[in-house]
């Protein structure tokens, strides 16, 4: 941990850090499926038109809309045994101001883990989608600590929850019967607190005698044990309905949210400050985590649930930030950018695509891993926002070699050139690329005027220029419970939600992704 006469003037300098974690051979199914084929229809002009077969989806994660149940009770409805669960509705949390916890609570949300076919009709009927991403809670299926117990995947069936599991596969279900590819996320933030006690690690500190017992990432050998025993579980029980596997998402918000500096903007348990050799710990321990979790379904996944003769494609959900000179009139800036890019965007790909491994996060890596290469089958890219920075170094620099440039959050803003720049730059690992997250919080009436047709645009013309793209996942189906926020600032989604009745409301925004989703394009 940097001692506190640097925290302050650290502070400063890396706030925008969290805030760009902000939401803020084929892979994809094969086309003779009917969700590819027959929602979206080849209508629209060649100057718009997107691939034959191209992937409408929109995205949402287990935590962010299961709770809040109209009429199943909390025992039923609440996922109540993960770290963010106790993260939002601690008392003692909320009143610690280093958390920027809302106070809203779980029920506030769409109550989707009843509710479920009501979405999914209107995701089908209005917003015409073929595709669907969602996520599997690992403290849903496993809420008990005894899973530890298990030392295989056959060994853990034991312990999973039933009822839970059987929802899963209903929803599942409901998603392939309304015509819906499904892209399914293993790991969306969220652990089970008997492996992460979030609030334990953020009161008590990490390092033993003193500190917290279940530490989730940090834990290297006991978290790539168990979550890479849930994935292959998870390959196992829900193959022959799912092909698409996320295994992490967004792992580095995880880092800098979790570890480094907690904000406004962004939280995650445990919420400490400046715990930067953590930090890099849990940095790696995932990028390591995801190729566990790689082999793992690979080797349990046995059924090709699509048709396309390929029982699992694998890949990691990564945050990409459009990262550019604050004043590109400045060398310095200018130069500064080839690095943030290599921290923010690079890393963790050239883990799990080559195998390298850049300790320190100088831009050179210098340890090559043969049991982590080739750990990829498709990229997922979530896209927001550019990321303006210069080249001032923040106190520290000398020991970690990431800090020797500064975000600039004057002037981060929605830059829908970007995602053409994001594409560009994940096609040169020349695998398959869907974008798993794109979204506003703009009002419903003008947000695909404003925000998603112009993405779409710049979307288009890398998939022109050779970029293989099989498909967009708004983000995100409907207003949710978003993480640290709760329910307030941030109404991202297609669909309003009826508070009262937990019912899906139609929006403009629902309709004209309809339209463009129908037509392949406008």
Not at 266 to 285: C, E, I, K, Y
Not at 491 to 516: N, R
Request: glycine share 10%.
């Amino acid at each position: 941990m940097l001692g506190h006469k640097w925290g302050w003037a650290l502070a400063a300098g890396v706030a925008a850090w969290a805030c760009v974690a902000c939401g803020n051979s084929t892979t994809a199914a094969s086309t003779e499926d009917a969700a590819a084929g027959d929602v979206a229809a080849d209508v629209s002009p060649p100057d718009t038109a997107f691939p034959k077969g191209f992937l409408w989806g929109a995205a949402i994660a287990g935590f962010q809309v299961d709770m809040g149940c109209p009429t199943f009770s909390a025992a039923q409805c609440d996922d109540a045994k993960s770290d963010w669960y106790q993260w939002v509705t601690d008392a003692a949390l909320i009143a610690d101001g280093i958390t920027y916890l809302s106070g809203d609570q779980p029920s506030a949300g769409p109550g989707f883990w009843e509710t479920w076919p009501k979405y999914l009709d209107a995701a089908r009927d209005t917003a015409h989608l073929n595709g669907l991403r969602t996520s599997i809670e690992w403290s849903r299926i496993f809420p008990d600590g005894a899973a530890e117990k298990a030392t295989t995947v056959e060994e853990l069936k034991a312990y999973a929850n039933k009822d839970a599991v059987a929802e899963y596969h209903a929803i599942f279900k409901g998603a392939h019967d309304r015509g819906m590819t499904l892209l399914v996320t293993l790991n969306h933030y969220t652990l089970p607190l008997w492996i992460h006690d979030g609030k334990d690690c953020h009161e008590n500190d990490l390092d033993p005698p003193n500190g917290c017992k279940n530490r989730g990432w940090v834990d290297k050998d006991r978290m790539l044990k168990a979550i890479a025993l849930y994935s292959g579980y998870c390959g196992a029980e829900f193959g022959a309905e799912v092909d698409l596997w996320g295994t992490l998402n967004e792992p580095f918000a995880v880092v800098l949210a979790g570890y480094i500096l907690p904000s406004a903007d962004r939280t995650n348990p445990p919420g400490l400050v400046l715990h930067l050799d953590a930090a890099l710990a849990v940095m790696f321990n995932m990028m390591e985590g995801h190729a566990r979790m790689y082999d793992a379904i690979h080797d349990n996944d046995k059924v090709d649930a699509d048709g396309d003769g390929k029982a699992a494609q694998v890949g990691i959900v990564a945050n990409l930030a459009y990262v550019v000179p604050a004043d590109p009139n400045n060398p310095k800036h200018v130069a500064a950018v080839k690095h943030a890019d290599w921290v923010y965007n690079q890393e963790f790909l050239e883990a799990t695509i080559n195998g390298e491994l850049d300790r320190n996060l100088d831009g050179v890596a210098e340890e090559h891993r043969p049991d982590m290469k080739g750990r990829m089958d498709f990229i997922g890219v979530n896209y927001y926002n550019q990321l303006p920075v210069n080249d001032s170094p923040i106190p520290g620099a000398d020991k970690w070699k990431f800090l020797d440039f500064q975000p600039v959050t004057a002037t981060m803003g929605v830059n829908p050139e970007g995602i053409y720049h994001e594409v560009a730059f994940a096609k040169q690992y020349k695998l398959p690329i869907y974008i798993t997250e794109n979204g506003t919080g703009e009002d419903k009436a003008t947000g695909m005027a404003n925000y998603v047709k112009p993405h779409l645009t710049w979307l288009h013309k890398a998939i022109a220029e050779g970029a293989d793209v099989r498909g967009y996942f708004y983000w995100t189906l409907m207003d949710n419970f978003e993480w640290n926020h709760g329910v307030g600032p941030f109404k991202m989604g297609l669909f309003a939600v009826d508070q009262a009745k937990k019912t899906p409301v139609v929006t403009p925004l629902a309709t004209g992704y309809g339209e463009v989703a129908t037509r392949n394009g406008w």
